[in-house]
Nanobody, 126 residues
Framework: RAQVQESGGGSVQAGESLTLSCVSS???????MGWFRQTPGKEREGVAA?????????RYADSVKGRFTVTIDNALNTLTLQMTSLKPEDSGLYFC???????????????????WGQGTQVTVSS
């Protein structure tokens, strides 16, 4: 069964940067890949998504546009989320996810994704 595993979370101060990575166990990264985050009591929300066949096709949540950048390296089966100018509201458990089938358009909808990692915690202090 295909698996993805996140890493790179940690605790930082507001304004600092952090980079998350997601490694796939196989050829999972052949469709849409996404980053989601969740905080206690809230729904898991889409942060960034990318078409693994064309890394120029990306989508971002309005709250992170201009601050977060999602990239993919298919040779290394690695998805990356570069986060800059972090804010306390960026804190949460960040998940990597893979969508089955063709990536018609990078999506931030949780229901579009079928393979999920265990998550990595990001904490931003003010």
């Amino acid at each position: 069964r295909a698996q993805v595993q996140e890493s790179g979370g940690g605790s930082v101060q507001a304004g600092e940067s952090l980079t998350l990575s997601c490694v796939s166990s196989d050829s999972t990264m052949r469709s849409c890949m996404g980053w989601f985050r969740q905080t206690p009591g809230k729904e898991r929300e889409g942060v960034a998504a990318i078409d693994s066949e064309d890394g120029r096709r990306t989508r971002y949540a309005d709250s992170v546009k201009g601050r977060f950048t999602v990239t993919i390296d298919n040779a290394l089966n690695t998805l990356t989320l570069q986060m800059t100018s972090l804010k306390p509201e960026d804190s949460g458990l960040y998940f990597c996810a893979a969508k089955k089938g063709i990536c018609w358009s990078p999506s931030l909808q949780r229901s579009q994704y079928s393979t999920w990692g265990q998550g990595t915690q990001v904490t931003v202090s003010s």
